[in-house]
């Protein structure tokens, strides 16, 4: 059974950092690109970032916004994805799932449960 | 961006046909595929993958369950709907970076 199991969330002041955890499990997590995901109450999600697996070279794409401030990587001996994110704002308070791909494609198989992060003074 | 555009709700009775639809701002298809997917999510609960490229049924999902559309105008539709649908529907395309998910329609009961 594939579980996604996110950590780290919290409260963090603004200008503050969080590196939130995604520990995986029920497939072999080499082998698939990887998402965050989050959203904000009552809204549509948003896609942050991807990374893919090792036979492409590990390599990460960005929705713009975030570019700069959050990054992803993973953790293959571990079967576990990170998420860094610096500079955090009060627009950056949501709930953050990471999720699975299946293979290359674009869309997600599976969602973990989600960790809330709220950015307040 | 691509835009997403759905309806914020749809009331429908038990054992009758939900359409829910979503549009494009730009087209999502690529090599004769259709970049858009469908989510249920509960409150409180992860989006669920329901359909992938348009009209594929993901592992799981009952056949009452289908997804049609091609271009810029998609429809997922739920026959018959069950209680257990009452839920928020997003769609999502994946024919260009970054990803993008439409706001939801939310199915309710009447």
């Known amino acids: 059974e594939v579980k996604l199991l996110e950590s780290g969330g919290g409260l963090v002041q603004p200008g503050g950092s969080l590196r939130l955890s995604c520990a995986a499990s029920?497939?072999?997590?080499?082998?698939?690109?990887m998402s965050w995901i989050r959203q904000s109450p009552g809204k549509a999600p948003e896609w942050l970032n991807f990374i893919r697996n090792k036979a492409n070279s590990y390599t990460t794409e960005y929705n713009p916004f975030v570019k700069g401030r959050f990054t992803i990587s993973r953790d293959d001996t571990q079967n576990v994805l990170y998420l860094q994110m610096n500079t955090l704002r009060a627009e950056d308070t949501a709930i953050y799932y990471c999720a699975k791909h299946p293979y290359n494609s674009g869309y997600f198989d599976y969602w973990g449960q989600g960790v809330m992060v709220t950015v307040s003074s | 961006d691509i835009v997403l555009t759905q309806s914020p709700a749809l009331a429908v009775s038990l054992g009758q046909r939900a359409t829910i639809s979503c549009k494009t701002n730009q087209n999502v298809d690529y090599y004769g595929n259709s970049y858009m997917h469908w989510y249920q999510q509960k409150p409180g609960q992860q989006p669920k993958l329901l359909i992938f490229?348009?009209?594929n049924l993901a592992s799981g999902i009952p056949a009452r369950f289908s997804g049609r559309g091609s271009g810029t105008d998609f429809t997922l539709t739920i026959d018959p709907v069950e209680a257990d649908d009452t839920a928020t529907y997003h769609c999502q395309q994946s024919r260009n970076l970054p990803y993008t998910f439409g706001a939801g329609t939310k199915l309710e009961l009447k």
């Open positions: 029920g497939f072999t997590f080499a082998d698939f690109y």
């Open positions: 490229l348009a009209s």
